[in-house]
């Protein structure tokens, strides 16, 4: 069986594009939603089975309950896809009514702590690793010492992170020695807007997917 990965973040859903006419933000932040939907468009076409997301799907101090709805509904529209969900900075889970209220339907898997977590998808011989932002700061690497569980396994690690970043970073500092001690086949990374290449590091890939608005 053939197992089809879809990686983005950096969405910003409800950025209030704060520097522009309110008709403009209004624009904007309309085309970042219809953006949103013609990608779950291509998730239910193209049968993809994982997504995942790595931070700042939205911004939840301007989140409206339009976009919850939004997002309540096309996840739900695809049962057979099982969405793995890092929140970032600024989805951050702490106060999060989008990620903690239980609305979001079972297919959804969000990682509610900064401390390295896992989900296990036996049927697939899949396990997804992960964190989430529950503030606005991680200051120490979550894999710092840490191997996969199962090296038989797919091994995948979802998160907002800073790799190789700048000494002090409290963007979730990562080193590259890290992901090579860590053994997961890919890391999908977010928070840099730009997006990457794969990176080979060791055996492994690792990428940041980039946000559509930039």
């Known amino acids: 069986t053939v197992l089809k990965f879809l990686h983005f973040g950096d969405i910003h859903l409800d950025t209030p594009f704060a520097g ?3 008709e403009k933000s209004d624009e904007r932040r309309a085309g970042l939603r219809e953006n949103f939907i013609k990608m779950m468009e291509y998730v239910r076409g193209a049968g993809i089975d994982y997504v995942l997301i790595s931070g700042d799907l939205f911004e939840t ?3 409206t309950n339009t976009t919850a709805e939004l997002l309540i509904s096309e996840f739900r529209n695809c049962p057979d896809t099982k969405f793995i969900i890092a929140p970032g900075r600024y989805d951050c889970y702490e106060n999060n009514p989008i990620y903690t209220s239980g609305r979001l339907p079972e297919n959804c ?3 509610t702590s900064d401390k390295i977590d896992r989900f296990d998808f036996e049927k697939d011989r899949v396990v997804i690793y992960g964190w989430g932002f529950v503030g606005q ?5 979550p894999i710092f010492d840490r191997t996969v569980g199962d090296g038989s396994m797919i091994n995948i690690v979802v998160g907002y992170a800073d790799l190789d970043g700048q000494v002090g970073s409290t963007l979730c500092p990562i080193a590259s020695k890290d992901l090579k001690r860590f053994g997961a086949d890919y890391y999908a990374f977010g928070s840099r807007h730009e997006g990457s290449e794969f990176i080979k590091i060791g055996s492994s890939l690792c990428a940041y997917s980039g946000a559509i608005e930039s």
């Open 20 to 22: 522009l006419s309110p």
């Open 61 to 63: 101090e301007c989140a």
């Open 109 to 111: 898997h969000i990682f």
């Open 137 to 141: 700061e991680i200051t120490e690497s």
